[in-house]
């Protein structure tokens, strides 16, 4: 009885542990070359901006280290295990993009943008534009 118990315990763990892994789109990741973040829960939806709690949950933001300004993930649809794809807008509701969201095998992520505006953070009195596809990866906890 006392092997059962401890097998199904191994089992249980393994389980919840694949369980937890299943949730790619729920993740802080980082470009430490451009200083941009995105925070993100495609699942649940219930991410708040940080002084923006006027706003309510969405599905995440992309920041900068650089920079005050925030671009709001207003909408997205997760297609697959690895790949979603993101409605995204700026502060002022002027610009907006689509892109691609792909967590990749090494365990880092791809923002790929589709279509739409520019993604750039004024820096220093000057628009730092990020290119079309950036690579990401998770920040530790």
């Known amino acids: 009885m006392r092997k059962a118990f401890l097998l199904f315990a191994m089992f249980l763990t393994a389980v919840l542990a694949a369980a937890q892994e299943a949730r790619p789109f729920d993740v802080e990741i980082k470009n430490d070359e451009y200083k941009i973040y995105i925070k993100m829960n495609l699942y649940d939806r219930n991410v708040t901006v940080p002084g923006q709690d006027m706003l309510g949950q969405m599905d ?4 900068s280290a650089q920079s005050a300004g ?7 649809r997760v297609l697959g295990d690895d790949t979603a794809e ?3 807008t700026n502060d002022y509701g002027s610009e907006d993009f689509t892109a691609t969201v792909k ?3 090494d365990g880092t992520y791809t923002l790929d943008r589709k ?3 520019t993604l750039k953070f004024a820096v220093k009195g ?3 534009k990020i290119p ?3 690579t990401f990866k998770k920040v530790k906890k």
Request: aromatic letters at 16%.
């Open 132 to 134: 079309a596809k950036v």
């Open 126 to 128: 000057k628009w730092q």
């Open 60 to 63: 995440g933001y992309v920041g």
């Open 86 to 88: 993101v409605d995204v």
């Open 115 to 117: 279509g739409g505006s």
């Open 70 to 76: 925030k671009w709001y993930i207003v909408d997205s």
């Open 103 to 105: 967590a990749n095998h």
